[in-house]
């Protein structure tokens, strides 16, 4: 299994010869100690270069850029290939093979592209991708933009990229300077490739990918936890790719179980009833749909508790302070998690005076579940939103960026349009209840099958001093462990159960 690392910075280092020389120097990078002094090695030979093209010089910064391009591309690193080395570092410490590609090769500074017959082959030999890039305007910049491009136009590229696992990674000058905003465009064009994205690991608490802090060139070695964050966002694509191909040898023994969780319709269940339509017309082979209304359900909000879950409990154990006995999570907790794959839908009309909404309120109460040690990681979950035309909800957007943070591999949104009172892009909508049922059956294999190392779904609970407290404390009663042990019992057996060869 293969992941390719695409930097997309004009200040990249490496191309050709010099990106197969990333290869070989990072495979035999053997601790993070030593890949640290490697990226602090090579970001400095980056800047060095600049140095020496003429910016000490009072040389203007184009004349300089010049220069730079004269270089042989086999030696130093921006900002975005130290970050994108580091995730790529991640991939072989998993056991994946790695690839590199320079953006900058492929779509030079005068706008033109060049060489894409090359890129194209490089891309077509790749099973999965990380891309890294530089945050321009709380954006990814031109380079990937014409990246996405480049594949969205070729129909061979396209059939290559849909179904293969994405992972990104984003630097930028700021805390807080748009590294999230970046990757989330990023991995919704990806997700547009019906590519299928994972955020990054459970070390650094699983968001949107790596997110590294630096300006200047020469800079990023010195983040470390933003190095962490792009370390495990490596590692985590790398796992699940691993798995995904390792599943193409087993089946599974009975019925994916696809839940669709409606969280928002309309008084008279248009969103219920068109979904129930769907379904009964569409009966995939080897997937089992449960529809769950949760509009009619009773959902308390989230207070916010210092402690959450209340306790380290075991993954069938309801774990939420909120113990009415008709509240939602209370009554449902094990078939949640019994889910394979998820479906959060919402019916959303232009007349929203006579909707019931419940996703803000079903979204936060799930907190309990992701700091449960993620309960429903590695699900395979996509938002289906039917959407009146001018609706302008953006629900599909917010809900992939939260699905994201349970730990979970995004598929491309499923959206349905309406006007008046039609749906237009009907057969659209069912290919891509096809794909994500496919993706299901894969996904669920995968997961069945993946690392084996029990604590890889382990919640830490960055940024909260009380919970990090108890989880010492609970590391040191042998409780922790009996939870996590638990769990990876139930998964062993769930895949004895499950699966089989062949
Ligand atoms: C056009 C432009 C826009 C930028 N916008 C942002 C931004 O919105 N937020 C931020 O944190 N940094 C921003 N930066 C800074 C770069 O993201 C930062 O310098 C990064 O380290 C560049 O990585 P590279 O060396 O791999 O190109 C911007 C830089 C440029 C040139």
């Not at 800079?219 to 962490?228: H, I």
């Amino acid at each position: 299994m293969k992941v390719l690392g695409i930097s997309g910075s004009l200040r990249n280092a490496r191309y050709g010869a010099g990106s197969r020389q990333l290869v070989e120097e990072l495979e035999r990078i053997k601790t993070p100690e030593a890949l640290k002094l490697y990226l602090k090695e090579q970001t400095r030979i980056r800047a060095d270069e600049f140095i020496s093209a003429g910016l000490n010089s009072g040389l203007p910064f184009d004349a300089v850029y010049r220069n730079l391009q004269k270089l042989k591309g086999d030696k130093g690193l921006s900002n975005s290939e130290a970050t994108l080395a580091a995730g790529l570092w991640g991939v072989l410490e998993k056991g994946g093979d790695i690839a590199h590609a320079g953006l900058s090769r492929y779509f030079p500074m005068n706008g033109e592209s060049r060489y894409l017959d090359e890129l194209k082959q490089i891309v077509l030999s790749a099973d999965a991708y990380l891309v890294s890039g530089p945050v321009y305007f709380g954006d990814r910049g031109s380079l990937v933009q014409a990246f996405v491009e480049f594949i969205t136009a070729d129909p061979e590229l396209r059939a290559h990229c849909n179904g293969r696992l994405y992972g990104g990674l984003a630097v930028g000058a700021k805390r807080n300077g748009g590294q999230e905003t970046q990757l989330i465009y990023q991995l919704i064009d990806m997700c547009n490739l019906n590519m299928l994205a994972v955020g990054n690991s459970y070390e650094t608490s699983s968001q949107y990918g790596g997110t590294v802090v630096a300006g200047d060139v020469g800079t990023a070695w010195d983040d470390d936890y933003g190095m962490q964050t792009s370390i495990g966002t490596g590692k985590r694509l790398a796992q699940i790719a691993i798995s995904r191909e390792n599943s193409r040898r087993h089946k599974l023994k009975d019925k994916v179980k696809v839940g669709i969780w409606l969280v928002q319709d309309s008084t008279d269940k248009r969103g219920l009833q068109l979904i129930q339509k769907w379904i009964d017309q569409h009966q995939a082979e080897g997937v089992e749909y449960k529809v769950i209304d949760l509009t009619t359900e009773e959902i308390y909000r989230c207070i916010a508790c210092d402690l959450c879950p209340t306790h380290h409990a075991t993954h069938n154990e309801y774990a939420c302070i909120i113990k009415s006995k008709n509240d939602f999570f209370l009554k449902n907790h094990e078939e949640l998690i019994a889910t394979d794959a998820i479906l959060l839908a919402a019916y959303s009309p232009i007349d929203r005076s006579s909707i019931t909404a419940v996703y803000q309120k079903f979204m936060e109460r799930t907190r309990y579940i992701r700091r449960g040690n993620y309960l429903l990681g590695d699900r395979l979950v996509a938002p289906f939103v039917i959407s009146e035309v001018n609706a302008n909800q953006n629900l599909h957007i917010r809900m992939l960026t939260s699905l994201i943070r349970h730990h979970t591999i995004v598929h491309h949104p499923l959206i349905a349009l309406e006007m008046d009172h039609t749906v237009i892009n009907e057969e659209h909508l069912l290919a891509q209840l096809e794909s994500f049922s496919k993706n299901a059956i894969a996904l669920t294999k995968a997961r069945l099958l993946r690392d084996t190392d029990q604590s890889f779904t382990y919640y830490n609970p960055v940024g909260y001093q009380i919970s990090a407290e108890r989880n010492r404390t609970d590391r040191n009663n042998g409780v922790l462990d009996h939870v996590l042990s638990t769990k990876h019992t139930a998964l062993v057996k769930e895949k004895t159960n499950r699966l089989t060869q062949g």
